[in-house]
């Protein structure tokens, strides 16, 4: 029997997506799993932080307006967590940077909606980089 071709490769990373839009949150985990990550989504800030303790996400792509709390509350929420604190942290959303900073600077990559599909593989490859 041959091993499958993914066998010597590492485990797909997985990603949590926590976005108050299902048709947005959905059609990205889709995208995300064709690149080959694993992709779970969320719509509120309280199941976003319940979904990436539950998934053990390596990186989680964060909406900054969520409907219970903001994605600088549930970012600073992951940082302080021992069990999250080393997480990828993309904040992707509509909100100037600048707003989102004076809240919550500790994330990996900003991303301004609407984001190209080539933009955020190359931010998560960016990410995932090793150093």
């Known amino acids: 029997m041959q091993p ?3 066998s010597h490769e590492q485990p797909a990373r997985s990603i949590a997506v926590v976005d ?3 048709d947005l949150a959905a059609t990205v985990v889709m995208l995300l799993e064709a690149e080959g990550y ?3 989504y969320a ?3 309280a199941a976003g932080l319940a979904l990436v303790n539950r998934m053990g996400a390596d990186a989680v792509l964060l909406d900054f ?3 219970d709390m903001t994605g600088a ?3 600073n929420a992951l940082r302080r967590s021992t069990a999250t604190s080393g997480i990828k942290i ?3 959303t ?3 940077e600048e707003t989102v900073r004076a809240e919550f600077s500790s994330y990996n990559a900003f991303l301004c909606k609407p984001v190209a599909h080539g933009h955020l593989v190359r931010a998560l490859v960016s990410a995932f980089a090793p150093g």
Do not use: H, N
């Open 73 to 75: 509350a549930v970012g």
């Open 43 to 45: 719509l509120t800030g």
């Open 4 to 6: 499958s071709p993914r």
């Open 20 to 22: 108050d839009i299902e």
């Open 94 to 96: 509509s909100t100037p």
């Open 38 to 40: 694993v992709a779970e």
């Open 65 to 67: 307006m969520l409907p």
């Open 90 to 92: 993309l904040m992707c």
